[in-house]
T-cell receptor, first 111, second 116 residues
Framework: QKEVEQNSGPLSVPEGAIASLNCTYSDRGSQSFFWYRQYSGKSPELIMSIYSNGDKEDGRFTAQLNKASQYVSLLIRDSQPSDSATYLCAVNPGYGNKLVFGAGTILRVKS | DARVTQTPRHKVTEMGQEVTMRCQPILGHNTVFWYRQTMMQGLELLAYFRNRAPLDDSGMPKDRFSAEMPDATLATLKIQPSEPRDSAVYFC??????????????FGEGSRLTVL
């Protein structure tokens, strides 16, 4: 079992819709969770971090964390074609302070 | 404009040659990570430094890879000898390294390595 799992997609949504991206992790001791966005040919860029159960909102982005279910999600409201990218879920498993990435979900927003 | 700087951006070499990649982390950041990204494996952690000390290099093939931080402004990743399976994009990332936000990293633009 991989430490961080994501559906590879692609996830296709129409412009203006809500995109929902999901991630599960295996280490129950994990404390910190992150979403990175990576455009094709570019480097990953941090867009959200979440540390407590519940929701965290930042503009059109909402991160949701459920530690009991070992589940993290990212919602993108009013999706735009510029949101088309690969979204990487990353988890600090709580030991050694390293950051483990999922394989990423490709999001395509169609205008 | 603070950013992580990596060199070279692109490198094409022949099997068996030595490859050295360099990274200048953001001034004031005390953690440096080296990741390798391929289509098949995604982002794999190779090595991790905190305050220039290596903390985790378990993801790195020890027989051919080595990572060092000779000073706070320079991290290096060396492959000797290189093999075609080393072809990938190598990313360096740095962060402030506070306990909770260890995962808030800034990535360099990457070094694309092709080994023929």
């Amino acid at each position: 079992q991989k430490e961080v799992e994501q559906n590879s997609g692609p996830l296709s949504v129409p412009e203006g819709a809500i995109a929902s991206l999901n991630c599960t992790y295996s280490d129950r001791g994990s404390q910190s969770f992150f979403w990175y966005r990576q455009y094709s040919g570019k480097s990953p860029e941090l867009i959200m971090s979440i540390y407590s159960n519940g929701d965290k909102e930042d503009g059109r982005f909402t991160a949701q964390l459920n530690k009991a279910s070992q589940y993290v999600s990212l919602l993108i409201r009013d999706s735009q074609p510029s949101d088309s990218a690969t979204y990487l879920c990353a988890v600090n498993p709580g030991y050694g302070n390293k950051l483990v990435f999922g394989a990423g979900t490709i999001l395509r927003v169609k205008s | 404009d603070a950013r992580v700087t990596q060199t070279p951006r692109h490198k094409v070499t022949e099997m068996g040659q030595e490859v050295t990649m360099r990274c200048q982390p953001i001034l004031g950041h005390n953690t440096v990570f080296w990741y390798r990204q391929t289509m098949m494996q995604g982002l794999e952690l190779l090595a991790y430094f905190r305050n220039r000390a290596p903390l985790d290099d378990s993801g790195m093939p020890k027989d051919r890879f080595s990572a060092e931080m000779p000073d706070a402004t320079l991290a290096t990743l060396k492959i000797q000898p290189s093999e075609p399976r080393d072809s990938a994009v190598y990313f360096c990332a740095s962060g402030l390294g506070r306990t909770q936000n260890t995962g808030e990293l800034f990535f360099g633009e990457g070094s694309r390595l092709t080994v023929l």
